[in-house]
């Protein structure tokens, strides 16, 4: 009701009438109509696809539907080497109140203590249930303790198999609409040239 009540507020002013208002109008029908017309050209060709279609697509793109590698560790810091043995003692020993974290092959930081890449790097080399050495991450020494391991892992097709139906019919999507665009330019006998950078100066020849 108010959408109304102002829109005829605003005819009365002439505002309808503007010339800025009738290309405004023009190129919003414009829109619509294109987006009825790929909406219809596209959607008659996704119900074509079948299970057999995204099957071939996850076999095709299976990397991309990996778990990633896994460590979960817990750690103490201490800010002189020389307390290495008493803070390895009580890590094995299980004693205090070691913090916990999670990281995943790939992470280049490690929660609550940050930047830490090559340490990663050698954390993922170790097995569950070993120790590293004193290792030092800016001003302080860390110990960490393997509590679990996990290994990348290939996901199954029917795990994944909504994520991968969506994906392939977006690709397909951009795939048919672009297509589409094509032919229509062929169709009118339509070039696109591109135009020269506004930094360049134009010759003559």
Do not use: C, H
Request: proline content about 1%; hydrophobic content about 30%.
């Amino acid at each position: 009701v108010g959408q109304e009540v102002l829109y005829i507020k605003a005819k009365r002013l002439g505002l309808d009438t503007k010339e800025e208002t009738r290309k405004t109008l023009e190129q919003l029908k414009k829109q619509i109509v294109v987006e009825q017309f790929l909406g219809k050209e596209i959607q008659e060709k996704l119900d074509k696809i079948s299970a057999e279609d995204i099957k071939l697509y996850y076999e095709a793109n299976k990397n991309n539907y990996t778990e990633p590698a896994q460590i979960k560790v817990n750690y103490v810091s201490f800010e002189n080497e020389s307390q290495k043995d008493e803070i390895i003692q009580k890590l094995k020993e299980q004693k205090g109140k070691p913090q916990e974290a999670s990281i995943v092959e790939g992470d280049t930081s490690i929660a609550g203590i940050g930047e830490a890449k090559y340490i990663i790097a050698n954390l993922f080399l170790k097995e569950k249930g070993q120790m590293s050495d004193p290792l030092k991450i800016k001003d302080k020494f860390y110990v960490f303790s393997i509590l679990e391991k996990r290994q990348k892992r290939q996901k199954s097709f029917e795990e994944v198999k909504s994520e991968v139906e969506y994906e392939y019919k977006m690709k397909k999507q951009q795939e048919i609409s672009q297509d589409l665009l094509k032919k229509a330019l062929e169709e009118q006998e339509v070039e696109i040239f591109e135009t020269a950078n506004k930094n360049e100066t134009k010759k003559d020849n």
